[in-house]
């Protein structure tokens, strides 16, 4: 169950430490990541950086990934990394997946400057053309290849779904997930 998960998030890891070294980002003193089912409680945070507190389960629920997947899922897996970048996952028997990762800024032009960075690295890890989406948030595009995630800039955040699934499938699944939680977004 967790080699999916890790497959997955090796990608986003990299683009995260990508930005964070492009980005100066100090995070201060980093949370472990732990395994929650409850929303996380906020976490202290440069002053510059909000904490955050959004509960992830409630922006893309249960109902939701089972809906998008097709089947029914575990519980979800919540993670909390730095107070800066929340994750919740949903995984289903066959291993197959949905995931939704977001980085909070305090403003709007940063959380724009971590997706263009982001961007910029995206076409050298997915190892081919990144496509725009239209529709999605204030901005979005589709990096599939070694990546398969689709990358949203909305407001004060940055968000990635990503499907355990192949090609065309994964990009379906992850739309499906940014339409039915984008707009729970506060």
Excluded at 76 to 82: L, N, R, S
Aim: glycine content about 6%.
């Amino acid at each position: 169950m967790k080699a999916p998960f890790l497959r997955l998030l090796w990608p986003i890891i990299a683009v995260g430490a990508a930005l964070a070294l492009a980005c100066s980002c100090d995070s201060g003193k980093s949370d472990h990541p732990s395994k929650k089912t409850t929303p996380a409680k906020p976490v202290s945070t440069p002053a510059t950086e909000p904490p955050i507190t959004l509960d992830l389960t409630q922006v893309l629920t249960k109902a939701d990934a089972e809906a998008i997947l097709g089947k029914g899922v575990s519980a979800p897996v919540v993670k909390t990394t730095a107070g800066k970048v929340v994750a919740c996952t949903y995984t289903a028997k066959d291993l197959s997946e949905i995931s939704m990762f977001v980085r909070v800024t305090s403003t709007p032009s940063k959380a724009r400057l971590l997706f263009e960075t982001a961007n910029k690295h995206s076409k050298t890890l997915a190892k081919m053309r990144l496509n725009p989406v239209a529709n999605l948030g204030d901005a979005a595009y589709w990096a599939g290849g070694d990546l398969n995630q689709l990358n949203v800039l909305k407001g004060r955040y940055w968000i990635i779904f990503s499907a355990q699934s192949v090609g065309d499938r994964a990009q379906k699944l992850t739309k499906l997930a940014a339409a039915k939680a984008l707009p729970r977004l506060p």
